[in-house]
Structures are given as C-alpha cells and as structure tokens.
C-alpha cells in the first residue's frame, strides 16, 4: 500500500507531503490544476519513462519520496532480495533528477537502478486509464491475467518443468548429432589410426628400452674384434703357450740351478693361474658381446618404427599407449552413435510428449476459465450499462513455449452482431472505462498487494452509469488501496478519502497543491462539480445526497 509521497520541486509543485489511506482515495479538481503531476511524479519514483523536463523552473533539482507498506508475502520483497537491497516491512523509494537531466534513485537507502525500480514498480502499483498500455489493454500480458484468474499456477509450473525437460532432451540430441557428424567425419582415419596402433602394439618405456639395446649391440660391434684378437693373444697360441714353454725349460735346469729358480718358477706358476683367470675374464666379455646382426635390424627398425608413429601423431612415444586407447574409445563412440542417437530421439519424443499432455492440460483449463471470465465480465458490465456488449476471451494456437501453446486476447463487442475486436479499437472511450473496470474487478482477486490508480476511468460517462463506476471502484477498493483522478462527482462520493487539487500563483509562480477534504468540504467540492463555479443550495443539497449514498 502506498502510505506516503513527498514531492518537492516537480513541475509546479514545489512542496507536497500526502499520506494516503487504506480504501478508495480520489483526487478531484479543475482540468489543470495539477492532478496529472501527482501521476507524473509517482511514475518518476517508480522508475517509469516519462517527460524528461520534470524539475520546476529556478530549481536545481526535484525529487520524490514514495512510502510503501509490504505485507509478509508482498512480492516487492523477492525483488528486493534479488537485487541485494534491505528488505524490511516499510519500502521506501527515493529519486532525483537534476536541472540537467541526470537521474538517481535509492531504495531503502542504497543506490539502485531504473531496473530495479521498474521491477518493484510492477509489484507495487498498477494504472488503468483509457491510454492504459501498460496494463489491461497491452495483449503480451492477458495470458497471465487469464491464469491468475484461472488459479492456474500449479499447471503453469507443469507445463515449465516440461517444457525445461523438453528443451533439454533437444540440446543433448543436437550435441550428440553434431559429435557424431564429426566424428563420421573423421572416420576412416580413426580406423585406419587405430589398426596401424593395434598392429604396433607399442608399450610404456618401450622406446628407452630399445634405445638402450640398440646402443648396446652397436657398442659390441665396435669392440667384439679388438676383444677377440687380446684374447687370442692370451691363449694357447700366445701368452700362455710361451709361457708353459719357458716352465718347461727352467723345470728342466732347476736341479742344477742349487735353488736359484725355485722363486722364478713358483711366480710363473702364479701368473699362469692368473692368466687363466683372466684369459676367462675376456672369454666371458667375448660372449656378453656376441649378438645376432638380424636382431640389431629388427630393434632397430621397431625403434624407428615407434618414433615415427609418435611423430606422426605429435605425441611423445611413451603416449601412443593412451592415445591409442582414446582412439578406440571414439572408434566405439562412433560405432554406438547411431544407437545412442536413436535413445536420445527417443527421450525428446517422450519428453515431447510429456509437454503435449501438461500443454493440453493447461488449455482446457484455459479454456474453462475463460468461460468462467467472460461471464464474470459480463455480470459486471450489466450494471454499468452495457447490459447489450459482450466480452470474451479469445484463446488461439500460438507458439510453444514454457508457458504453454495459447495465444490468449481479450476482445469485445459493444452491440449484438457486431464483430469483435480488441479493446482498444472497438469500444469510445466510456465503454473502453467500463470495459476496464469491469475486467479489474473480475481479475483483482486473484492480486494482492497492488496500489490500484485509475487516471480519469469514468470520463464519457454520467448519470446512474458514473455512480455505479463509483460503486465498482468502491467495492474493488474494499481489500486494499484504490487512487482515482476523477471528474465525475457520483465517483468522488464513493471515496473514502478525498483530496482536491488547486492551482494558484504565489509572487508571480503557478504552483499546485493538494488539499485532503474533511466532510464539510467534501460537501462543497462535489457541489462544484455537479454546479461549476457557483455553488447553489440545491448543488449541496444533491451533493448530500450523493454522500449519504
């Protein structure tokens, strides 16, 4: 509920305070006189586009304050939380706009945006009037109007999760067609990729390995001979037969050498066990560099044969193993990906289909309440003398979305056998008022928490019909806070609270102010608009008459 506005220095306002009340508030007075700019003003606060040169001439800069009431469930606080801003039982909206046109807005205290604001806006206040495109008469919004109306949250919430699993299904099939188109692409590479790796069969370290070997046989080779050649001068026809013939020669003379050769002999003896060890030493070397030149060929073209796939695919030859591996995995991918396109055709299908049913669902219900709303419309627009017009809501295939297949718009008819057309472009501009408040009564039980502002709703109207706009908007005002800018004086009766709004220049200034009316003044404001300027007995006695009501 708006509870409070401040405007200080707007158009030519220079200071208003108001406090509004629960209930039905009108605005009465002169044409001109101002009652546009309390609208103007509020717009400003809540962040709607409006006229850009709102400061008052000689300002530097107006501002508005705007104080709002939140119940415990009020959507504003969602907004708020949403948006990072306090969230508390009193909303309190204030903005600024420079001689120079620059605009700041705080909520609650804290700096925030014209987004922001316009997202709280659409929580906080709702204006009807016969230019009213931003509520009623706008199409993009009767769908959601027909399903408040409708109670129909709980399918809506059915049709969105469908259609979010539906949407879903759809993405995974598109990116499961697009992988496997290019992996098809590739496909006679992957097979040939994989059948060069499977007959190469390459394993971890493998390539160390043969490397070392290689070394180790080209190594041999070089020395084998060098080897062979000391150990044949070691042999039986080398060290060790030269020197068994010199034992043999000394042993022969020993005994006559009185002892002299016995220390000789005896180190020969020791050299020849250690040629023997030695001569064995190199016999075993020998061996250890025996290889088979076939083998050396065959390491080494498997050798080569690694390096070169590992440099054919830019992987390190120790990675063929896994890259291998990866390759089969999407040769597998590949080879499945028919059946798996056929399980992911399959889920959009059933998910199609679960979104047909909660779609379908939701249309009968549509269906059914649209019934229900143009028969409510149509009791209201009795009593407001249009017993003749019919209004309906017109429900279309439209294109599927989250919020179901229907293209819902409301259309009348203001005599029988006439054709329907929006509301907009059928009915003048009474009827169009009517037509509004009639549709607003039906659907705002299904709100809450919403300022209501008619801006002149009952203009082209008089007589029994105008009282009975009154009654309507009296009745809608009931359950929350109703403002209206009226001229009609049946209207202005029916309010609970009423506040008039006067020009007058002050040293040369035309500025605006707005009065709140006891009774004894009420009497006398509805006796001037029923009689103009001069106020008759007769005009206050009707206007009496109208009070007592």
Same mark, same amino acid.
């Not at 400003?44 to 800069?61: C, M, S, Y």
């Not at 706009?469 to 929350?480: D, P, Q, T, Y």
């Given at each position: 509920m708006l509870r409070a506005l401040d405007i200080r220095d707007l158009l030519i306002i220079d200071r208003l305070e108001l406090a509004f009340q629960p209930g039905l508030n009108v605005l009465t007075g002169e044409t001109g006189a101002g009652k546009s700019i309390l609208l103007d003003s509020l717009g400003? /606060?809540?962040?709607?586009?409006?006229?850009?040169?709102?400061?008052?001439?000689? $300002? @530097?800069?107006g501002e508005v304050l705007a104080v709002f009431d939140l119940g415990a469930d009020h959507p504003a606080r969602s907004v708020l939380q949403d948006a990072g801003l306090p969230v508390t039982d009193e909303l309190i909206l204030r903005r600024v706009n420079t001689a120079e046109g620059r605009k700041t807005a705080w909520v609650n205290d804290r700096r925030c945006s014209g987004e922001v604001l316009r997202a709280l806006s659409d929580t906080l206040v709702e204006l009807h009037g016969q230019q009213d495109d931003r509520g009623l008469l706008n199409p993009r919004g009767h769908r959601a109007m027909l399903d408040a109306f409708g109670r129909l949250d709980g399918l809506r919430a059915d049709v969105q999760a469908a259609w979010t699993a539906l949407s879903g299904a759809r993405a995974a099939l598109n990116t499961a067609e697009t992988a496997l188109d290019a992996m098809r692409a590739e496909d006679e590479f992957l097979r040939h990729a994989v059948a060069e790796l499977d007959a190469l069969a390459p394993e971890p370290g493998e390539d160390a390995e043969l490397d070392a070997r290689r070394r180790g046989m080209q190594g041999a080779a070089r020395i084998r001979d060098d080897v062979a050649r000391g150990l044949a001068l070691l042999g039986s026809d080398g060290a060790e037969s030269a020197m068994g013939e010199a034992m043999r020669w000394l042993d022969g003379v020993a005994d006559r050498a009185e002892g002299a050769l016995d220390a000789p002999l005896a180190a020969l003896g020791r050299a020849l066990v250690e040629l023997g060890e030695a001569q064995a030493g190199v016999e075993t070397c020998l061996d250890a560099l025996d290889f088979d030149p076939f083998e050396l060929e065959q390491t080494e073209e498997r050798l080569f044969a690694i390096r070169g796939m590992a440099r054919k695919h830019g992987v390190g030859a120790d990675d063929l193993g896994a890259f291998a591996d990866d390759l089969r995995q999407r040769l597998r991918a590949l080879d499945a990906g028919d059946a798996d396109i056929a399980a992911r055709r399959s889920a959009v299908k059933a998910a199609q289909a679960g979104y047909d049913a909660a779609a379908g669902s939701l249309s009968a219900a549509r269906a059914e309440a649209a019934a229900r709303l143009d028969a409510a419309v149509g009791a209201e627009l009795a009593p407001l003398k249009m017993e003749r017009a019919v209004?309906?809501?017109?429900?279309? !295939? &439209?294109? !599927? &979305? !989250?919020s179901g297949r229907d293209a819902v718009a409301f259309r009348v008819a203001t005599n029988p056998g006439a054709p329907a057309g929006p509301l907009d472009k059928i009915a003048s501009g009474g009827e169009l008022s009517r037509f509004l408040l009639a549709l607003k009564v039906c659907l705002s039980a299904r709100q809450s928490g919403l300022t209501m502002i008619f801006d002149e709703i009952d203009r082209g109207v008089g007589g $029994?019909?105008?009282?009975?706009? &009154?009654?309507?908007?009296?009745?809608? @005002?009931?359950?929350?806070?109703?403002?209206? /800018?009226?001229?009609? !004086?049946? /209207?202005?009766?029916?309010g609970a609270h009423h506040w008039r709004v006067e020009k007058r220049v002050d040293a040369g200034a035309t500025l605006s102010t707005v009065t709140a009316l006891p009774q004894s003044a009420r009497i006398d404001e509805i006796a001037r608009m029923l009689a103009g300027d001069t106020i008759t007995a007769e005009a206050r006695a009707a206007a009496r008459a109208l009070l007592a009501g």
């Open positions: 400003f /606060v809540l962040g709607w586009r409006g006229r850009a040169d709102l400061v008052r001439q000689g $300002a @530097a800069q209004f309906q809501t017109l429900l279309e !295939p &439209g294109e !599927p &979305g !989250p $029994a019909t105008a009282d009975a706009v &009154g009654r309507r908007l009296a009745a809608l @005002a009931r359950e929350g806070q109703v403002l209206v /800018v009226t001229h009609s !004086p049946q /209207v202005a009766a029916r």
